[in-house]
């Protein structure tokens, strides 16, 4: 399979005239199947704020048919990885996420559609609490690790080594007893790692404001969120012998961007596939940024 570049959601309104034309604007049912035109994968991180209903996964499944070659990767509800977890229910976590595989991924594995789940961790799931390794052990065990593909982005530095290279050795351990991915992330708030510990790899792009990262956005503040942030060239061709690495070493390698203020994952995930040899359909993309009023004074 080698490398499947795409964005984390597709169904944004400050995308339109950017990446969507003008013809779409009001039409959102279509703008999966145009953004498919130019992606064959995305992060759905809906899930992680609400469960979808049967529907919702039905939709899914029949507009991905349509589409051909195409795959969702999705995020595992908050519920698990933010509140369970945390709480050191572990039991109510797996219960949780064994709950969440057969409403979510069931379906889109057996359309052929299922991608890989990303766990993305709170930064309140700390190494340094006792039983932490226990937890993250339960709700491992009890997840299809085996039939689906899943990766687990940490977000606190307590899991990191002294170095800030890799996580820590006994971490890395265990992902690998289970065939897990270590999700590679660019952003404020993580180093980036290097191991990898599944036959499949994950990469995630968040954008590098970090000055709101941690805090709530100024009104004064031309940037919409902390994800309004466009890497440049020379950033990601930093990226590129560090992805090359993994696709030597694994089969499927998923890269997402998720810088996606004002359509800038978009312009970013096309110039990645350049970067990686991709064959990909054309696009201009122009994120030009609104001005603040005072700029005009």
């Known amino acids: 399979m080698g490398a499947l570049v795409g964005c984390a959601g597709w169904s ?20 999966l199947a145009y953004y498919a035109q130019f992606f064959p994968t995305v992060e759905i991180n809906s899930t992680f704020y609400r469960v979808p209903t049967q529907d919702i996964v039905k939709s899914w499944v029949d507009k991905g048919s349509k589409i051909g070659k195409f795959e969702f990767s999705v995020k595992m509800h908050k519920a698990v990885t933010h509140e369970a977890l945390v709480e050191g ?26 991608g890989a ?15 932490s390794m226990e937890r993250l052990r339960t709700l491992l065990e009890l997840l299809s690790t085996d ?7 940490f977000r606190h530095k307590s899991w990191v080594n002294e170095a800030g290279t890799d996580l820590k050795s006994d971490v890395l351990d265990l992902l690998r007893e289970f065939n ?8 404020p708030a993580f180093p980036i790692t290097r191991s990898l510990t599944a036959n499949q790899a994950y990469v995630r792009l968040h954008g590098r404001n ?16 902390r994800y309004d942030y466009l890497y440049s060239e020379e950033q990601l061709s930093r990226w590129k012998p560090r992805i090359e690495e993994l696709m030597e070493n694994a089969p499927e390698v998923r890269i997402y961007f998720n810088n996606h203020g004002r359509a800038k994952a978009v312009k970013n995930a096309l110039y990645m596939m350049d970067l990686l040899g ?4 054309q696009k201009a993309v122009d994120i030009q940024d609104q001005m603040r009023l005072g700029d005009y004074f």
């Open 12 to 31: 944004y309104e400050d995308w339109v005239e950017r990446f969507y034309p003008m013809s779409l604007a009001g039409k959102r049912s279509e703008w």
């Open 89 to 114: 229910t572990a039991d109510k976590a797996a219960a949780q996420a064994a709950s969440f595989q057969d409403i979510c991924l069931k379906p889109l594995a057996e359309a052929g559609l299922l």
């Open 278 to 281: 991709i064959p990909h359909e």
């Open 180 to 187: 897990v991915a270590d999700v590679k992330v660019d952003g």
């Open 210 to 225: 970090y000055d709101i990262w941690f805090k709530d956005e100024s009104e004064s503040d031309y940037r919409i969120n």
């Open 117 to 131: 789940v990303l766990i993305q961790m709170s930064p309140a799931f700390t190494l340094d609490k006792e039983d």
């Open 147 to 153: 039939r689906f593909k899943y990766a687990v982005e």
